[in-house]
């Protein structure tokens, strides 16, 4: 059997005591006539990876076993395929999201759906994680990505882009439609961007002025700090654009999600696309509040569509694959400026 490289987290743990550690694992092959064999070029740290390896969500069983291999934005080159592949050829470049596979016949996969799925298996949270230097999938689960893009840019977009892109989505934008974007980090950044391109009118919340600058500069109409004090936010807010006709919500706290609702105009739309408590919502106002999740294969398409032709910036900071927990302490103590991307 042939063997691979790959950080494997075998018990959760605070990240500052390393606790990913570089072994020699067996290479995955492909077993199954519709897989394609990736070697990694890239793999993107999520956000979500630092509480999975701290251990913050064992009670919701993630992991759901160990050991593991991290990791769900992944790029990488084919070097083979099964005998029943049509979608891919050796030497394409290929990407993963964190929907490894979906059972392909429920009523969710069946609407187009499959990332809702019941059954579906998650990239990184079994043995088959980014944070290696191959991987197996279902082409059915795989986008192509075009060789004109750089791995350490495209592997950002499989699962940071492809949220972005949804929660915009969700958001129902049009021409100056004034947005509301909570959060302007790895994901934060490309969604201004995906406003932009729908010609929104996007406002930029941050607690950090980096972040704001980052906004401003991606094409953001105004960038305002967050703060905790609601009441002061939300004056600030209301005399300089007034309330927004919808929110967004990347920032996974629950002071952000209460004032993203109250910044939203009686009748405006909520997205959420973070974890965190119900806050308070007052039923007469006519708001909606919208739930988004990652996306389909045919969105991750368009992402790559959309990113290719508009030229969409990806700010990343790469760190050799050994280093991904200093990655992680990195991204912990928020000295990432967007995303950071492993290279095998
Ligand atoms: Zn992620
Ligand atoms: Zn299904």
Request: a negative charge; hydrophobic letters at 40%; aromatic letters at 6%.
């Amino acid at each position: 059997m042939e063997k691979m490289r790959a950080m494997v987290l075998s018990e959760c743990a605070k990240v500052e005591t390393n606790p990913l550690k570089l072994t020699t694992i067996d290479r995955h092959e492909i077993k199954r006539p519709n897989e394609i064999l990736l070697k990694i070029e890239a793999c993107g740290v999520c956000h979500s990876q630092l509480h999975g390896i701290e251990g913050d969500w064992q009670d919701i069983g993630i992991p759901p076993s160990l050991p593991t291999v991290p990791g769900h934005e992944v790029v990488g080159k084919i070097i083979e395929i099964g005998t029943a592949v049509t979608k891919f050829k050796v030497g394409d470049m290929a990407g993963i999201t964190p929907l490894l596979e979906a059972c392909q016949k429920c009523p969710y996969c069946l609407d187009g759906k499959e990332y809702l799925c019941e059954s579906s298996i998650i990239t990184g949270e079994s043995f088959k994680g980014g944070y290696a230097e191959f991987i197996t999938v279902h082409e059915n689960f795989a986008t192509l990505v075009p060789h004109t893009m750089k791995a350490e840019y495209a592997a950002p977009l499989f699962c940071a882009g492809i949220t972005a892109y949804k929660a915009v989505k969700a958001a129902e934008p049009k021409q100056h439609k004034k947005i509301g974007i909570f959060g302007i980090g790895g994901v934060g950044h490309m969604a201004v961007q995906f406003a932009k391109v729908e010609n929104c009118d996007v406002i930029a919340f941050s607690r950090t002025q980096n972040h704001l600058d980052v906004a401003k500069r991606l094409g953001a109409d105004d960038a305002i700090k967050f703060l905790e004090n609601q009441e002061e936010f939300l004056d600030i807010l209301k005399e300089k654009h007034g309330l927004l006709d919808a929110a967004i919500v990347f920032a996974p706290a629950d002071i952000v999600t209460d004032t993203a609702i109250k910044s939203v105009k009686k009748g405006g739309l909520i997205v959420i696309a973070t974890v965190g408590e119900n806050p308070s919502f007052l039923a007469f106002e006519e708001k909606t509040i919208r739930g988004t999740l990652i996306g389909s294969t045919a969105d991750m398409e368009q992402v790559i569509k959309i990113c290719n032709e508009k030229n969409i910036e990806v700010i990343t900071q790469t760190f050799p694959l050994e280093n991904a927990n200093d990655a992680l302490k990195k991204l912990k103590n928020s000295e990432i400026e967007a995303r950071a991307v492993l290279i095998p």
